[in-house]
């Protein structure tokens, strides 16, 4: 064969990178529909700290100024609020950039990396863009099962990413589960503690992981603004892990990977634990509410430690979830499909404002009723 047919006629990704399916964020539309309650992205329904919308305003008199690239006044912020060593914590553009920037850091072609069967996404397209290989572990009754994970690891194995709790289930391992999975790990199997939702759990056998992230060299525990701080849209998220973890991650994240807007509203906000409080006391009130009302439809819902849950649906015409989900978009009502997460009957619900989640019960009672439209249009 000649050099010439040989030679690619336009440039060609890399081995892996078309194996990977893009992330697909919930919708935020329903067209032609005047009032539209977006509970498909489990954004907080009390928006952010003032404080932080303050910060995030006085800073625009900055805007032709590069951003501090260490991040200091965030992850000094941070520091004071958990007691942390800020040369320990790591921030980026939400936790998202945080997980990528450890799966590039630790995990390369002929590595695999471990998540669970319905884990978030992003494990799967970090570990693919890394050029690693994505293992799956079977879960049991859509939760985290230790024994799967540790069936899973190989001498390939570098990485395992665990959401506690998880999305888009909302279930989550009490510590002594974590602890369990971490101690069974080999040492050079970096753990990742994904605790996105972590400020929302209200149960006395579950701890976000940061005493395991403190005291162990392979544990990276993860977090984020974008959910109980309400700053989804300046994507602000941070890590902590041992010195020599972090240090390999900063020498791959880039050198002004974060906005200055975004560095004093994620400093304002986290120092704001009365809006904190007064957002997870909201969805301690709701949370239940929205189980237990939508459960007297006759629909099963996952128990959930989170600020959503997950609504299932029975696989009957007309009934779907599918159909349910045309019914409530076309009354404003945004619910997400999971069905990349492989859970086709079903849909996640953000808890959101008392109207939205009042509003929900009724479309799905009228829905399940047999409303004039049921399953109309899906």
Request: net charge negative.
């Amino acid at each position: 064969m000649s050099a010439e047919a040989s030679t690619p006629s336009r440039p060609e990704p890399r081995s892996g990178v078309m194996a990977i399916s893009a992330y697909v964020p919930g919708k935020s539309h329903a067209p032609g529909v005047e009032k539209v309650y977006k509970l498909s992205s489990n954004e907080t329904p009390l928006g952010p700290s003032p404080k932080a919308v303050e910060a995030y305003a006085t800073s625009g008199a900055q805007l032709e100024e590069y951003p501090d690239g260490s991040a200091l006044v965030l992850r000094e912020a941070i520091a004071r609020t958990y007691g942390l060593d800020p040369d320990r914590i790591i921030c980026g553009a939400g936790s998202d950039e945080i997980l990528n920037l450890a799966a590039h850091s630790f995990v390369g072609p002929g590595d695999e990396a471990i998540y669970c069967e319905h884990g978030f996404l992003v494990y799967r397209i970090a570990t693919l863009a890394a050029g690693g290989t994505p293992v799956v572990a079977k879960e049991t009754d859509l939760t985290a099962d230790v024994d799967a994970i540790l069936a899973c690891v190989t001498p390939r194995t570098k990485m395992v990413f665990l959401a506690n709790p998880n999305n888009p289930t909302g279930t989550y391992l009490p510590m002594a589960e974590v602890r369990r999975l971490h101690a069974g790990l080999p040492a050079h199997v970096l753990l990742v503690l994904d605790a996105a939702y972590a400020e929302y759990v209200r149960r006395n056998d579950y701890e976000v992981g940061l005493e395991l992230a403190l005291s162990a060299p392979n544990v990276l525990m993860t977090r984020t603004f974008s959910k109980i701080h309400g700053l989804a849209g300046l994507r602000i998220g941070w890590g902590v892990a041992s010195a020599e973890i972090i240090d390999a991650m900063n020498r791959v994240r880039g050198p002004f990977n974060m906005n200055t807007p975004a560095l004093a509203a994620g400093a304002a906000a986290i120092a704001d634990t009365a809006h904190v409080e007064m957002a997870a006391d909201h969805n301690a009130r709701w949370l239940p509410w929205l189980t237990t009302e939508i459960e007297k439809l006759g629909l099963k819902v996952t128990p959930s430690v989170a600020n959503f849950i997950l609504i299932h649906f029975p696989d009957t015409p007309g009934r779907t979830a599918r159909d349910a989900d045309a019914f409530l978009t076309r009354r404003g009502l945004i619910l997400r499909a999971v069905t990349s997460y492989g859970l086709p009957d079903a849909l996640r619900m953000t808890v959101g404002s008392e109207e939205a989640n009042r509003l929900v019960v009724a479309a799905l009672g009228e829905f399940m009723a047999g409303g004039a439209d049921a399953g109309r249009g899906a």
